[in-house]
């Protein structure tokens, strides 16, 4: 358990300077698209949306035929709306996200060591936590764009940024996690 929680922690720590590598880099921004007039478009969303949360355009709680027709014509929409602000660059945020990252690879590091007898070298150990991290990401991400019509670009760095988050934590995890001498 001892070396689960070290390797655990110290694969945060990679990732956590991997994330920060990552999303400073130009790769996230050059799939962001940029409104017209954030300032309009910001209290345009004060006056559509009037809660936070997640709104989906055409919403499905119109009738059969205006939700077709809606539908049909576009635009399609899903969208995240927090209508408090927040700082910029708020600390809290990077403490959640460290936090994010340590229980991330905790339960990628539990399944790794339920794994173990059929990981007995490194090699196999990190492409075990690439593999898992991938599958995760091709689920999550691509089924985002089939069932919510959402555009490609920010779901296929989401995903190149899961994948390699995953082997990162997997180079970390594998030196930790070994099989026990008895079962190799």
Same mark, same amino acid.
């Given at each position: 358990?001892?070396?689960?929680?070290?390797?655990?922690?110290?694969?945060?720590?990679?990732?956590?300077? *991997?994330?920060?590598?990552? *999303?400073?880099?130009?790769?996230?921004?050059?799939?962001?698209?940029?409104?017209?007039?954030?300032?309009?478009?910001?209290?345009?969303?004060?006056?559509?949306?009037?809660?936070?949360?997640?709104?989906?355009?055409?919403?499905?709680?119109?009738?059969?035929?205006?939700?077709?027709?809606?539908?049909?014509?576009?635009?399609?929409?899903? &969208?995240?709306?927090?209508?408090?602000?927040?700082?910029?660059?708020?600390?809290?945020?990077?403490?959640?996200?460290?936090?994010?990252?340590?229980?991330?690879?905790?339960?990628?590091?539990?399944m790794m060591k339920m794994a173990l007898p059929g990981l007995p070298t490194y090699g196999l150990r990190v492409g075990f936590a690439t593999l898992a991290a991938l599958t995760a990401a091709v689920f999550l991400e691509l089924?985002?764009?089939?069932?919510?019509?959402?555009?490609?670009?920010?779901?296929?760095?989401?995903?190149? *940024?899961?994948?390699?988050?995953?082997? &990162?934590?997997?180079?970390?995890?594998?030196?930790?996690?070994?099989?026990?001498?008895?079962?190799?």
């Amino acid at each position: 358990m001892k070396q689960l929680l070290l390797g655990s922690l110290l694969a945060a720590v990679a990732l956590f300077i *991997w994330g920060a590598i990552f *999303w400073m880099s130009p790769i996230s921004n050059s799939v962001l698209e940029r409104a017209r007039d954030d300032e309009a478009a910001g209290q345009a969303l004060l006056e559509h949306f009037p809660e936070s949360g997640t709104y989906v355009i055409p919403g499905e709680r119109s009738d059969e035929g205006t939700f077709t027709r809606l539908h049909q014509a576009g635009p399609i929409a899903t &969208i995240h709306v927090r209508r408090e602000g927040a700082p910029a660059m708020n600390p809290q945020v990077f403490v959640k996200g460290f936090l994010h990252g340590l229980l991330t690879c905790f339960l990628l590091g539990l399944m790794m060591k339920m794994a173990l007898p059929g990981l007995p070298t490194y090699g196999l150990r990190v492409g075990f936590a690439t593999l898992a991290a991938l599958t995760a990401a091709v689920f999550l991400e691509l089924g985002e764009v089939v069932w919510w019509y959402q555009p490609w670009g920010l779901h296929l760095v989401n995903l190149v *940024w899961s994948a390699t988050a995953g082997l &990162i934590a997997g180079l970390v995890l594998a030196y930790f996690l070994r099989p026990s001498p008895a079962a190799a």
